[in-house]
Structures are given as structure tokens and as C-alpha cells.
């Protein structure tokens, strides 16, 4: 308790810095579903230590809905498509991720990235034209005088806002598609020999197979894996910034990156110094439960409660899927607290109070990494079903790390489902490791919001943090490679024996002529 | 001033938390001169935070004096050496390196610091010897159950004695000769494409021809560079562990790395989860001055007064180069206050104390990075004139970020002094970044000095750190390279190739006389 009490502390004293200097006025370009629910954490925040946030969102957004907040302001903009078809068009992509795409081939993770990207493309390159372009709201943005744009990193059009407002940028990110956007933007390094790249599946303790797959994934990552239709996003910003460029290259304009994973979940890697990880930013201390949910957990006696949540997305569940977990959680022994996401979708952080609560035994978790947060702050064990994305990976880190066993979400069984809830309830081992996590998650010297918020204020403050950003940037990608030098060596030692072997044979052949003249004389 | 008041506050929450639970033993191989003032200060601080801190010290210590301190503890041990021997040895390797080597050659800085290093090394081994084989000394730390080994990191033994007493190793390190110990230790990576390898003398923006130079000197520490006479360390280090083995080898064990330097000197480069960078955690702010001194202070009127110090290690200057110095202080039109660290060795806080004066106009220095920081900590502009070791490169990064001008020490004359003296004085933009450079390092989530103490503790509650490192650290070094992959798939690669050009070869030929043999018929 004394950490927690500590933090608090900290928290005013950071505030009352920067209010001593003047309150910032922030921009948002957030990501829509659970990453907004994410993102709000952060504003909520910033709010609450007096500054001003206003978040630019499309007319078609689902979870980012202006009536539900009253201290961040909202510019919402007109878009061609409607809440509906957004909302149709995500279930319709992930109904065909989750239930048509194969399986288990070397390339079903990344094809599947690559169907989600691409699906996305077409959506926000529109949302993002409709923002752009539309004069009277750049004009009004302009006049604002932001002092810094925050944004999901996931997807491109922030970097062009930035550009465009000339406000320093600082981005919030748990992955993108095979790190390309870190290491290609962001300039991190990913050494192929011991960091697994996302959609791998593999941990940072690889076999010798393992590593080559994992370069094979690196390379096509590098080399072919093109997140979005390209030529669209090329010409768009052209077309606006009148010069070519690529996202990649306008992304490297970043300030700061607020990367939502820690040590407790990540395997240790390479950072920069422009990077900071604020995995669990959105955990919070467990409030009391509704009365009649804790008479209901209450009264699970002494075997507790499961918490049960398959995450924002998963509204739509096949009959047959839905069956078996139902019949698997039917026959267990234990009181269940069985919630969708999708009932409270505003209010995630109330679902999780759950998992705080001294009765949760175990978390079914389809292995988001906001859920996956939760239960490693609250020393949860968990079983994890994941769907897609970055979620099978989310579920390895946590078996690697002992905490979770890990269930196929198409061909599982009841008794598959029901055995794993027993492996990690009665097997005291993957308590231990949550609740190892769990210590790693409270142990640090500042929490991850009051980082989060401090980068932010930070980026504010000095109107950027171009002292943090590696020198990589201004380096082409032979430059940063060091191909020309590494050439220009070769070449100098290629001469050097080439010279050498010359005046080898030269006087060589000088002793011999010499020799053979003496042999006639 | 809100920050420091944020930082105090945030101490006594974070020794608060760890008394709850258990206050911890601290062991110290120090290291002497400016290394040991430097790492005192984290001392007093543990012991402040209710820690018991032992110094384990040889009875040749210069600086380490248990008599000038009361709450440390001190275990000294006999050694060979005498406290003069030891101090005549170190002041005629320093005499030797400063005025009689070679300088400005491309190989001088390398050579000069394996010098140095191998003198050491001499030294160190006795030194190491007689702890480590003093049997008598062993059984009594192996009693008294130490909870982590603190040691500045520029040497070897503390890895043995860690290993020794199966204890936690923290180090401490500004850098080692060509970052090797922080590479092959440490696993940090150093692109030689940006970062410019410590006694380079390069910034982080490097034309093609310092590229190619900063190359050459990778190659030469990654494969020639021997810091010490490893035959006789490896040849020690068997016969206490009774197995071969290399010091980068036992160094990996180290659990947290504590890095002297932070952003504001040191140029953005890749880091890893078990570094941190809390360089200029000894600063403080200044104390009011002693009577007669402040009296001097004032009497400067407008005009101001600029410090001077050479550091801890060059007492034996040379008459001609101090005349240089003195002639050139003399014709200066404002008031000096000349201080040589030397006579106030053991209190350099209170010499730097002058640095936060607000009538200092610069700092005359040496490079070391104790008084750098202090220049950056109080925002005072610099005239450097580096004698050795990794100060030039110190004083060309503070030279880069447009904070100091620098002087050749064996070369320049008074009047070039005194035009850099006037350059720095009267030219804004020097005070300008001076104060830039204070802004970020006053800038941090957390203290240096906090953080330094809190990783220490962090290590002890958490008996390591092992979930910090990297996995890299169990790979052998062309596993790291991802060497053997890299093979494996070149050979899948011409294997197929192989194939192939053999089938269509063996196509090719059954046609061809399938062809010749429908023309016969």
C-alpha cells in the first residue's frame, strides 16, 4: 500500500511543476475500440493536471463518443461513412480473421496482419482525407496553437496532422505489424537472434529453428510487408505535403514513444532513448464491487470466481464456439462472474475491478494487452484463447513467463477449456508467477501514467525532444548500415593485395629475367 | 525550484516503502581518486535511507579514508603495496600519458588509454589477489550475507567477488576503453554508423571519413583491444573458480548497470532494461560560500568570477604549462577564483558549490565528468583542456551541443586561454545551451541520484534482476550475429539453387536429344 500512496504523491507534485510554467493545450488523433479506451486513461489525466485536450474524431466513431465525456473537448469532422458501416466493416474483417483465414501455417500470422492493414487502409486513408482536406477545420486547428499532437501510433495521418500544424508529436503504441514502424520510424533495433518479432510466437529463448524462422519473418517484414496499399497513402501525401514522402519517413518525426508494454510482460530489448514503456498505464487500484455482483462473488464460498472477457471485438461468436465455453463453464465447481466486454463497453476499467477482487481465481482472456495488464497488476493467473493480432504472442510472453496456459480458440474442446482452468488455479505455480509480474508491475521508480503524462508534458516543454532522438534518423538506410564504409574498407583492401600481389610479381619476374640472364651469360 | 521539492519528497516515499519490508547489506569494491567521491555520494545516500553499506578497501587507498567518514563502514584489508607506492605509480602513469606520449595521431587516444589500462592492470591484479585469496576476509563476508555487491564497473574483481559470495552485482560506469565491457558484458549495442566510440573524439553527426575512421576503431577494440594482460587475469580467475573463464564472461552476471552520463552529455543512443543513465547524480545545489570566500565573490562586482579546476589527478603539472595558465588568468579583467581540487579532495561538493554561484561566469576544466556535470547542473559555459582518458571526448560532446570550447593543454599558449576564455564569457549562445543542457538534466521523471539508489535497492528486494536482461547474454557470439542462421539459409538458398540448375539442365538434355533423335529418324 505504501507504493501506491507514493505514487499519488508524486503525481501532484508533477502537475504543480507544470503549472508553475503555463498548461499545455493537447491535440488527440486517437484509434478507435479498445485503443481508445486505452488512450482516454492518458487525457483523463491530462485533464485532471489542468491542461487542455482536444480529440479530432471522425463522425463514424464507434467507442469515441463526445457524450460520454464532459472535460475533453471533441472536434468531431464529417465523414463520408457512418458509425454503422465502420462498425459492420471491423466485425465483418475480424469475423473473416478469426474464423476463415488458416491456421497454424508459417504464414497465417502474418497474412493475417497484412488482411487487417489492408482492410484498415481503405477506411483511413478515407477518415484521413476527410480531415486533411477539410479546410475550414485545418484553418481552426491552425488557429488553436497546439502544443503537441498525441496519437495511437497503429496507423498513419498523425505524422501528416503534425506536419501540417507544425506541433511536436509523441505517440502511445503497443506494436505494430513485425516492429516495422519502431524500427523503421522510430529507429529501433530488434537483434534477430533473441527478439521473437510480433505475430512469431516464439519467446526470447529460441532453438536454432526457431531463429531461423524468425529471420525468415524479419526479413519478409523488411523486405516485402507492406502494411497498407501504399501507392494510395504516396500519392495522398504528395498530394498535401507536395513533396514525396513515405509514412515511414514523416513517422520519424516523432518525439516520443510511449510503448504499452513493460518488463513484466516483454522480453527484454534494445530501447532508445526517446522511447519509454508504460505498460499498465490503465491499471488502477480495484474499486468495490456493485452490491449485487459482490453478493454474487460472495457467495462462491471459498472456491472464488473466474473472470471471463473475450474483448471488445468479439460481439459476434459463432453458436458453436459459444457452446463449448458455456458447457465448459457450466460443469466447473466454482461460482463463475461471466462478462462480454461488449455490455460495458465504456467502462472497462470497472470490469477489471474483478480481477482485483481477492475471490478471482482465474482470468479466460482472449490476450488484449489491456486485459493481459490488468491481471498481471492484480497477480492473476490466466488461460488464454487468442484471436488475432498481437494476442496469440500476448499469450506466449505469458506462458513463457509461467503465467497463463494457452487454448485454440477454433478447435478447443469444453474439457480442453475446463483442464487448463484447473491447471492454473490448482497448480500454485502459475500464482506465483503472476504475482511475480505483479510485484515487477508495481516496482518501478515512477508508474507508467505518471511517465506517460510526464513525456507528454516534457514533449511541451522543451517544444520537442530532438536531444533524444538518435542521430539514425538523418541516415540513409546504407549510411546507417554502414555498407559505405564497409565497402569503401573492402575497396582499400582489395587494392592494398591487388598493389601487393603487383610488386610481388613484379620483381618476381625482375629476380627471374635477372636469373635467366646470368644462366645465358 | 518546485523540482527539487518534487525530488525530496519522492526520496523519503521510496525509503519509506523499503523499510516496510527490510533495510539491506550493502557491499563496496570501490574505486580510488575522483571514481571513489563520485560513488560516495550514492553511499551516503543508501546509508541515509538506513542501509548498511561495508567498503571493502585495500590499505593502499588514497582517497578511501575510513577515518573521513563516520556512517560507512569500512573492511580493510593488508596489501602489498603502500598507500605511496600506489599514489606514485598512478601520478607517474598519469605524468607519462599527459606529457611524454604521442599526441594527435590517429592511434594515440587507443594507445594511450591500453597505457593506462595495462598499468592498472598490474596494480589491480595484486590488489584483487590479496582480497580475494585473504581467506580470513572471504569467510567473514561470506557470514555476513551481503544482499548486493555495488562496483564501479572500469575494472575487474568485483565480478569474481560477486561470484565468490553469491551476491547481486550493481555496477557503476562512466565508460570503459571503446565501450568493450558495455558491449561484451553488457550487451549494448553501439551502430558505428551514429555512435561514436568513446575516445573518438567524434560527434554523433560524422561525415563519411569519420565514419570510416570510428569503424576501423570498432574493429580494432571489438578484435585487438586487450584492456588488461589477460593471461595472468584468466590465469586467476581459474584457480579461484576452478574453471575457465574470461572477465567479460563473469561481468555478464551483473544484474543493473548504472551509467555516469544522461542525455544532456551524452548523444541518443540504443540502451538496454537493466541500464540506466543517471550521470550527474552527485550534483546538488550549491551551498552559500564560506565568508571569506563570498567576500572574494562579490568584490568581482559585474565582472564575475570564472572556476578553475584540473581535477583530482594532476598535481604534478609541469612550471611551463602552469605559467601558461597563471599569466593568462593574471592580464584577465575580472576577478578569479582559482581553486586546484587537489587541496579540497576530499569536499569537491562544496569546490563545485562555487559553479551555482550566480556571479560564475565559466568553468576553466579538465573534462572529467564529475565537473562537467556540475557545469551542466548550474548551466555554466566551459573552456575545456582534456588531458586524458575519456575527456576529450567529453569536452567535443559538450563542444557539439555548443556549451564549451577547447584547448590543446600541451600546445596552447596564454592568450589562446584567454580568447576562449572571452569567447564563452561573451558570446550568449554559450550560456544560452549551458542553460539548455541544465533544463534537461533538471528535467527527469526522477532524480539521478534517487533512481541510482532505487535500482540498488530494486536489485536487493528483488534478489537480481533477471527479468532486465537480455536473452542475449546465453548465446554464443555467432549465435548473437545470427551467424549460423544467416548460414544455414545461404545454404538452403544455393542448395536450391543447385537443384534446380540440375533439372533444368537434365530437362534441357532430354530434349535436346529427344529433339536429335526425332531429326535421326
Redesign the interface.
Same mark, same amino acid.
Not at 479 to 482: L, M
Given at each position: 500500500m505504501?507504493?501506491r500512496?507514493?505514487s499519488v504523491?508524486?503525481l501532484i507534485?508533477?502537475s504543480? /511543476?507544470f503549472r508553475?510554467g503555463t498548461c499545455g493545450k493537447v491535440l488527440v488523433w486517437p484509434t478507435d475500440y479498445s485503443h481508445w479506451m486505452n488512450m482516454k486513461i492518458i487525457l483523463d489525466e491530462l485533464v485532471q493536471r489542468g491542461h487542455e485536450v482536444t480529440v479530432l474524431a471522425s463522425s463514424a466513431s464507434v467507442l469515441i463518443d463526445p457524450s460520454k465525456t464532459s472535460a475533453i473537448k471533441f472536434e468531431v469532422f464529417p465523414t463520408s461513412l457512418s458509425k454503422d458501416d465502420f462498425d459492420d466493416f471491423a466485425m465483418k474483417l475480424l469475423h473473416r480473421v478469426i474464423y476463415d483465414l488458416p491456421k497454424d501455417t508459417f504464414w497465417s500470422p502474418v497474412s493475417q496482419i497484412e488482411e487487417i492493414m489492408w482492410g484498415f487502409s481503405e477506411v483511413m486513408i478515407k477518415v484521413c482525407k476527410d480531415a486533411v482536406l477539410n479546410k475550414k477545420l485545418m484553418t481552426k486547428l491552425q488557429e488553436s496553437k497546439f502544443d503537441v499532437l498525441l496519437a495511437d501510433g497503429v496507423g498513419p495521418c498523425a505524422d501528416l496532422l503534425a506536419e501540417i500544424l507544425k506541433t511536436p508529436l509523441v505517440y502511445s503504441l503497443r506494436c505494430s505489424g513485425g516492429y516495422t514502424i519502431e524500427k523503421h520510424s522510430g529507429g529501433?533495433?530488434f537483434?534477430? #537472434? /533473441?527478439v521473437p518479432v510480433v505475430t512469431s510466437e516464439f519467446s526470447?529463448?529460441m532453438t536454432?529453428m526457431e531463429?531461423?524462422k524468425n529471420?525468415?519473418y524479419v526479413l519478409y517484414y523488411d523486405f516485402w510487408f507492406q502494411a497498407y496499399d501504399m501507392k494510395k497513402w504516396d500519392q495522398f501525401y504528395l498530394e498535401v505535403l507536395g513533396r514525396p514522402t513515405t509514412f515511414y519517413e514523416t513517422m520519424k518525426k516523432a518525439d516520443m514513444w510511449l510503448i504499452r508494454t513493460y518488463? !513484466?510482460f516483454d522480453?527484454? *530489448?534494445? +530501447? +532508445?532513448?526517446?522511447f519509454d514503456?508504460i505498460g499498465g498505464h490503465h491499471c488502477k487500484p480495484s474499486k468495490p464491487l456493485p452490491e449485487d455482483m459482490e453478493d454474487f462473488v460472495q457467495s462462491s464460498g471459498e472456491n472464488g470466481v473466474v473472470v471471463f472477457s473475450l474483448g471488445s471485438l468479439i460481439s459476434n461468436m459463432t453458436e458453436e464456439r459459444a457452446n463449448v465455453i458455456a458447457s465448459a463453464l457450466a460443469v466447473l465447481y466454482c461460482a463463475f462472474l461471466i462478462l462480454f466486454l461488449k455490455l460495458l463497453m465504456n467502462n472497462f476499467a470497472e470490469i477489471y475491478s474483478n480481477l482485483g477482487h481477492p475471490k478471482t481465481k482465474a482470468f479466460i482472456t482472449h490476450g488484449g494487452i489491456n486485459g493481459i495488464y490488468e491481471a498481471i497488476y492484480h497477480g492473476v493467473p490466466m488461460v488464454g484463447i487468442p484471436l488475432f493480432w498481437d494476442q496469440p504472442d500476448n499469450i506466449v510472453h505469458m506462458k513463457a513467463k509461467g503465467a497463463a496456459v494457452r487454448l485454440d480458440f477454433n478447435t478447443m474442446s469444453s474439457t480442453d477449456l475446463l483442464n487448463a482452468l484447473k491447471t492454473v488455479i490448482n497448480d500454485p505455480l502459475y500464482k506465483e508467477n503472476a504475482m511475480k509480474l505483479s510485484?515487477?508491475q508495481h516496482?518501478q521508480?515512477?508508474k507508467p501514467l !505518471? *511517465?506517460a503524462v510526464?513525456w507528454i508534458e /516534457?514533449v511541451m *516543454?522543451?517544444k520537442g525532444a530532438k536531444?533524444? *532522438?538518435?542521430?539514425?534518423h !538523418?541516415?540513409t538506410w546504407f549510411?546507417?548500415? #554502414?555498407l559505405?564504409?564497409?565497402g569503401?574498407?573492402l575497396a582499400c583492401v582489395a587494392t592494398a593485395i591487388f598493389i601487393i600481389t603487383k610488386c610481388c610479381l613484379f620483381f618476381c619476374r625482375m629476380f627471374t629475367s635477372a636469373e635467366k640472364k646470368k644462366k645465358r651469360e
Open positions: 505504501a507504493l500512496w507514493t504523491l508524486l507534485q508533477l504543480g /511543476y508553475s529501433l533495433l537483434p534477430p #537472434s /533473441y526470447d529463448k536454432f531463429r531461423v529471420m525468415i518488463w !513484466d522480453f527484454p *530489448r534494445p +530501447l +532508445l532513448p526517446n514503456f510485484r515487477i516496482d521508480p515512477t !505518471d *511517465r510526464f /516534457y *516543454r522543451h536531444h533524444l *532522438r538518435v542521430a539514425a !538523418d541516415l549510411q546507417y548500415h #554502414s559505405d564504409v564497409i569503401f574498407l
